[in-house]
């Protein structure tokens, strides 16, 4: 055998032996996944097949998270259009109001997402889940109508790409410096539509949290999928949570890739992706002094308990954030608000003048809780920033990890935390 992961997965969702790069397949899902933006019309499209029921009310997730709680008349219409939606149909999983988390952090956490799967979401970081060692991967409303539909997807399938990660970090480089440095070394074109397989010695010190960091961005170099090895990490996450089997998958010694690119992570510092694409990488240290009006510390790239730990023990220090930067604390689920809450996390946040929000994607798309103005400049966890991505066209967004947000809040501009 010479087959990668991804090919693996894919070939026994097709029920074949062997699938092969630009083969057009059509694999099973095991979910289909959609949110409060995009489910509406694939709803609109299954019901133009004529289709009466989805293929499998325990296979389909619809996560009201992108404008919850309902920002204005047309949100609430459209979380109202799909929770009637998925009563009729009788869906599992249906997310909405007090146990409602951002999708992608919510699906890992709840153990509905699991390694070896295949799962299509309309949504384009629905390749988070590669970090369990699942084929995952973004679509439109047309392609999960389909798949609500029929239970099968059609796609073609991709070359791998092998990132192998080695040396060690340094201090405060987590999973978010990695791929923004991976990002900015081969552009937001560099991977694609190939699978960006992460492995090395270091992948397999990399917390779980790390692993979703990095997989969750593939799409912004242009991955079909981001995908790890699972592993005794993977297998300690996902065993007292997993709501049904799973199966490990690995790549063969001789499997056949595009191209293979060493990371010496120990030449990675803390980054930060300047205006306007996250390729436009570089050391916050070599950055110039930029003053921020918004910092926001969230999303489902970095808005898992890890992450607000980090971010704390930064604010514990500064004690205030500045006062002309409105700070974003946002976690990803009920269940990490609760955390955070338990730990005292969030005292120190609100202690040190920041604004916590009940689980959403919220400002990472523009959508509410934390939209620019015209000349703002923010500072963010999130994973995108496109012109205009949140808010203002003339606004700037610049990612970041926790670490370095929680530093800029206090200091009011780009900071690194060994300033506070």
Same mark, same amino acid.
């Given at each position: 055998?010479?087959?990668?992961?991804?090919?693996?997965?894919?070939?026994?969702?097709?029920?074949?032996?062997?699938?092969?790069?630009?083969?057009?397949?059509? %694999?099973?899902?095991?979910?289909?996944?959609?949110?409060?933006?995009?489910?509406?019309?694939?709803?609109?499209?299954?019901?133009?097949?004529?289709?009466?029921?989805?293929?499998?009310?325990?296979? =389909?997730?619809?996560?009201?998270?992108?404008?919850?709680?309902?920002?204005?008349?047309?949100?609430?219409?459209?979380?109202?259009?799909?929770?009637?939606? +998925?009563?009729?149909?009788?869906?599992?999983?249906?997310?909405?109001?007090?146990?409602?988390?951002?999708?992608?952090?919510?699906?890992?956490?709840?153990?509905? &997402?699991?390694?070896?799967? &295949?799962?299509? !979401? /309309?949504?384009?970081?629905?390749?988070?889940? !590669?970090?369990?060692?699942?084929?995952? *991967?973004?679509?439109? @409303?047309?392609?999960?109508?389909?798949?609500? /539909?029929? $239970?099968?997807?059609?796609?073609?399938?991709?070359?791998?790409?092998?990132?192998?990660?080695?040396?060690?970090?340094?201090?405060?480089?987590?999973?978010?410096?990695?791929?923004?440095?991976?990002?900015?070394?081969? $552009?937001?074109?560099?991977?694609?539509?190939?699978?960006?397989?992460? *492995?090395?010695?270091?992948?397999?010190?990399?917390?779980?949290?790390?692993?979703?960091?990095?997989?969750?961005?593939?799409?912004?170099?242009? $991955?079909?999928?981001?995908?790890?090895?699972?592993?005794? =990490?993977?297998?300690?996450?996902? @065993?007292?949570?997993?709501?049904?089997?799973?199966?490990?998958?690995?790549?063969?010694?001789? #499997?056949?890739?595009?191209?293979?690119?060493?990371?010496?992570?120990?030449?990675?510092?803390?980054?930060?992706?300047?205006?306007?694409?996250?390729?436009?990488?570089?050391?916050?240290?070599?950055?110039?002094?930029?003053? =921020?009006?918004?910092?926001?510390?969230?999303?489902?790239?970095?808005?898992?308990?890890?992450?607000?730990?980090? +971010? +704390?023990?930064?604010?514990?220090?500064?004690?205030?954030?500045?006062?002309? &930067?409105?700070?974003?604390?946002? %976690?990803?689920?009920?269940? &990490?608000?609760?955390?955070?809450?338990?730990?005292?996390?969030?005292?120190?946040?609100?202690?040190?003048?920041?604004?916590?929000?009940?689980? *959403?994607?919220?400002?990472?798309?523009?959508?509410?809780?934390?939209?620019?103005?015209?000349?703002?400049?923010?500072?963010?966890?999130?994973?995108?920033?496109?012109?205009?991505?949140?808010?203002?066209?003339?606004?700037?967004?610049?990612?970041?990890?926790?670490?370095?947000?929680? #530093?800029? /809040?206090?200091?009011?501009?780009? #900071?690194?935390?060994?300033?506070?």
């Amino acid at each position: 055998m010479n087959s990668t992961i991804t090919e693996k997965i894919l070939a026994v969702h097709c029920g074949k032996k062997v699938v092969e790069p630009g083969e057009f397949i059509e %694999p099973k899902i095991d979910i289909a996944l959609s949110n409060d933006v995009t489910a509406p019309l694939a709803i609109k499209e299954f019901r133009k097949s004529g289709a009466k029921k989805v293929f499998d009310k325990n296979k =389909i997730a619809l996560v009201m998270d992108h404008f919850t709680p309902n920002k204005d008349i047309l949100s609430a219409e459209h979380v109202k259009f799909v929770r009637e939606f +998925a009563k009729e149909q009788k869906i599992k999983h249906y997310f909405e109001g007090g146990n409602c988390g951002v999708e992608h952090a919510i699906l890992p956490e709840k153990g509905i &997402v699991l390694p070896g799967d &295949v799962v299509i !979401g /309309a949504d384009s970081h629905t390749c988070t889940y !590669g970090a369990l060692g699942a084929f995952s *991967t973004g679509g439109g @409303s047309t392609d999960v109508a389909a798949a609500m /539909a029929t $239970g099968k997807v059609w796609f073609k399938v991709p070359n791998s790409l092998r990132f192998v990660l080695t040396g060690k970090l340094n201090k405060w480089v987590s999973g978010k410096d990695i791929i923004l440095y991976i990002i900015g070394s081969i $552009g937001v074109d560099g991977a694609l539509y190939n699978a960006m397989e992460f *492995t090395g010695p270091l992948c397999k010190k990399l917390t779980m949290a790390d692993r979703f960091t990095i997989a969750n961005m593939a799409i912004e170099a242009g $991955g079909k999928n981001g995908i790890f090895t699972p592993d005794e =990490i993977t297998e300690k996450y996902v @065993s007292k949570i997993a709501q049904r089997k799973y199966k490990f998958y690995m790549s063969d010694k001789n #499997a056949k890739y595009l191209k293979t690119l060493e990371i010496d992570c120990e030449k990675i510092l803390p980054q930060v992706a300047m205006p306007f694409l996250p390729s436009n990488t570089k050391a916050v240290k070599d950055t110039k002094r930029t003053y =921020i009006d918004q910092a926001v510390i969230g999303s489902c790239t970095n808005g898992r308990i890890e992450d607000l730990r980090i +971010a +704390a023990t930064i604010i514990k220090k500064g004690k205030k954030v500045n006062s002309n &930067v409105r700070t974003l604390v946002i %976690p990803a689920t009920p269940a &990490v608000y609760s955390q955070a809450l338990a730990e005292g996390l969030l005292k120190i946040f609100a202690d040190a003048g920041a604004i916590i929000s009940a689980p *959403t994607c919220g400002p990472c798309l523009g959508g509410h809780m934390g939209i620019l103005a015209s000349g703002e400049k923010c500072i963010s966890t999130t994973n995108r920033n496109f012109v205009g991505r949140m808010g203002h066209v003339e606004s700037q967004v610049f990612l970041a990890n926790p670490a370095v947000v929680a #530093a800029s /809040a206090i200091k009011g501009y780009i #900071a690194t935390p060994d300033e506070i």
